[in-house]
């Protein structure tokens, strides 16, 4: 208030004014990183408005506040012990002080009951601290603590003064008479001003005693900040007046010198504001528009050592005509921090977050108060404390401590992995073992036991199952738009095939056997017309299917960053799945007709009756795909072709060695059963034994 120039014009100050004092406060806090504090005020208005406009100014600057008290020796014991009980539970290790001494000294005796020694106090300049006011324990408790003051330098000839200051010239000063019973412990002759000596130790002053024979501390010049800015208060004037006569120098000398007592305040305060002077020891004074000095303060640090003496060591200072950011100047070195700290204390509600961390706030708590939480999958932080992650590109994933995004691995089924090279090499061996089977069977085709059984059908089988075995090579390696478009279509068209031959051979076998009866019906069928139609009409709604699919809506290849998290799934898009499962589901109907003909076919005689391998193998063969679908939704990635190649194998080879294993073996092994007569007779036994 009194820097408004509206109310007081006439006022200026050399004391710095209060109104940078809460930055000053907040600055010193944040320099040592000290984000949770409480804050104490004496219980007056302007010491309430300076803690008010402290807490405002570092709760803005990312500070918390942990506890805002009042304090008053006038206080009842019970209402300071709970301040007390507040103070010693907190976890805030730094505590702002904006308060008088004498209520600072009811609560510090409260505090050495609670060994509260781990505190570091902030007094701002409305404190005067004077050691010999607390007792051994409460100001022991102060050790390692800052003071703000004002800041001062050094006045020459100052203490020089002091030490030759005599009563002469001020002889009928009472000032100085009182001055000089405390300091020497006199009276002066029919007087006791002080009232301090007794008639018994009566000793009169006499104007000559030597200023050396008193104690140093008597001065207190240990803290001369106040002094120092009467010092200025008192040049700056002198200097207002020598500015104001050299203004007048051009007049006549002996008129100056009648002028200069009648010279008006206002006057001689128009000079005043305009002073600008540096003193002997360097410090430039001058005053704003305000009224006010440049805002300085020294800050003081308060080392108590082992033997209970102690020592007000300036550690630094505040100078708001420094540049944004580096008002505090501080000399670490110079600090002496409490007993319990080997280093710089800390004062913070929650520890900082690392790296691949967020903070997240507790229920009711300030900000500074605050919860880690891991980064969700797919984020990351490469800050400390911040409140959001960061979410990786669609092609990036974080690394393991979440601190940065790296590219994604990707996944797909290759060749040069050890399951792809496993399961290529097994496809190559079954088709290269069908294509041997082939052989055999071209190379016995004469035989009865490969006509037996409609040859051009055994053929087409093992062709198709060749086909069915490399179509699995189509499943690994880099899905490209080709190979997504012809594989599944592909393999549902070749399986069908398959099953259709399948079909195809096991109506044959009923037909022949049925076609034995004379006058039966179904001699008219015997022959390669029905096994043909069959084929073609089954294969011909797959390839309706398998076409429509391709041409409406063709697989291609994608990448999928969705599915498994830290990879980039390299795959076919369907497109349209139900397509696909239509495709196996028309596949699975003909396994399961083909099935079922075989099983009702399986009680005919055996030398020219497949029906019983092709149960088996049939039933092998729809075991194998029912438990297809299952594994299939339920895997992701490499390990879902995994699953669909194993299922083609291992439904293929079940159809090549069930059906043609045994024919190898009377073929190569037997071939004394693989005669014409040898078929014809157990026919013909089998025929009387009906009969």
């Not at 990036?396 to 790296?406: A, F, H, I, L, Q």
């Not at 089924?413 to 079954?430: C, D, Q």
Request: hydrophobic content about 45%; charged content about 15%.
């Amino acid at each position: 208030m009194l820097s408004d120039k509206f109310q007081f014009p006439s006022f200026l100050r050399t004391f710095p004014a209060d109104t940078l004092q809460p930055w000053a406060v907040t600055q010193l806090l944040l320099h040592f990183n000290w984000t949770w504090v409480g804050i104490l005020s004496s219980n007056s208005d302007l010491t309430n408005l300076g803690s008010q406009k402290i807490q405002q100014e570092f709760v803005e600057k990312g500070g918390c506040v942990a506890f805002l008290e009042k304090i008053d020796d006038r206080y009842p014991r019970e209402r300071l012990a709970k301040v007390a009980k507040v103070i010693c539970q907190s976890s805030a290790n730094v505590i702002v002080c904006n308060c008088y001494e004498m209520h600072l000294k009811p609560i510090l005796e409260l505090l050495s009951f609670c060994n509260a020694t781990n505190i570091i106090w902030i007094f701002t300049v409305v404190l005067t601290l004077n050691p010999h006011l607390f007792t051994r324990e409460s100001w022991r408790l102060l050790n390692g603590s800052f003071i703000f003051t004002g800041s001062t330098r050094s006045m020459p000839h100052f203490t020089d003064f002091l030490y030759h200051m005599g009563t002469s010239a001020y002889q009928w000063e009472t000032f100085t008479k009182l001055f000089w019973e405390k300091a020497f412990g006199c009276r002066w002759e029919r007087q006791n001003l002080t009232q301090m000596v007794s008639k018994k130790n009566f000793i009169q002053c006499t104007g000559e005693e030597d200023f050396k024979a008193v104690d140093p501390a008597f001065f207190q010049l240990n803290d001369l900040s106040l002094s120092y800015h009467a010092y200025l208060a008192v040049y700056a004037y002198a200097h207002a007046l020598h500015n104001m006569i050299l203004d007048g120098a051009k007049k006549d000398v002996f008129e100056i010198c009648i002028n200069i007592q009648n010279k008006k305040p206002c006057q001689v305060l128009h000079y005043l504001r305009d002073v600008h002077f540096i003193t002997e020891s360097g410090e430039e004074v001058y005053f704003d528009r305000n009224g006010d000095v440049p805002t300085i303060f020294d800050i003081v640090n308060i080392q108590v050592y082992p033997d209970d003496t102690s020592e007000l060591i300036k550690v630094g200072r505040y100078d708001s005509r420094k540049s944004p950011g580096n008002e505090i100047i501080l000399n670490i070195s110079a600090i002496s921090w409490n007993q319990k700290y080997n280093q710089t204390p800390r004062s913070i509600c929650s520890e900082s977050c690392p790296v691949g961390y967020r903070k997240s706030s507790r229920i009711g708590q300030p900000s500074c108060c605050f919860n880690c939480i891991p980064c969700s999958a797919g984020e990351i932080a490469n800050e400390t404390d911040i409140t959001e992650c960061w979410k990786c590109p669609e092609d990036y994933w974080p690394n393991e401590s979440r601190d940065k995004c790296v590219p994604k691995v990707i996944e797909f089924l290759s060749f040069y992995e050890p399951l792809g090279a496993a399961l290529a090499s097994v496809a190559i061996i079954l088709s290269f073992a069908t294509v041997l089977i082939l052989s055999v069977f071209y190379w016995f085709q004469d035989t009865p036991i490969v006509k037996a059984n409609n040859r051009g059908l055994s053929y087409l089988l093992l062709c198709t199952l060749t086909l069915c075995f490399l179509c699995a090579l189509t499943f690994i390696g880099h899905p490209m738009k080709i190979t997504c478009m012809i594989q599944q279509p592909a393999f549902g068209l070749i399986f069908t095939i398959s099953v259709s031959c399948i079909l195809a051979k096991t109506v044959t076998v009923v037909i022949a056997f049925k076609a034995i009866k004379p006058h039966n019906q179904l001699r008219k069928w015997v022959g390669p017309r029905i096994p043909n139609l069959i084929v073609v009409f089954c294969s011909l709604v797959q390839l309706v299917i398998c076409m429509y699919w391709i041409f409406s809506h063709p697989p291609f290849p994608e990448n999928n960053t969705r599915s498994e998290s830290g990879k980039i799934i390299v795959e076919c898009n369907l497109m349209m799945p139900i397509l696909f499962y239509c495709m196996l589901g028309y596949m699975g109907l003909l396994a399961i007709i083909s099935f079922l003909v075989a099983f009702l076919a399986r009680t005919l005689p055996d030398s020219f009756n497949e029906a019983k391998f092709i149960t088996f193998s049939m039933l092998v063969f729809v075991s194998v795909w029912l438990s297809f679908i299952p594994a299939y939704l339920s895997t992701q990635g490499k390990y879902m072709v995994t699953v669909e190649i194993f299922a083609i194998l291992s439904s293929s080879a079940s159809l090549l060695f069930l059906i043609f294993l045994p024919k190898c073996y009377v073929i190569l092994l037997r071939p004394e059963k693989n005669t014409k007569e040898h078929l014809a007779g157990q026919k013909y036994n089998r025929g009387k034994k009906i009969k």
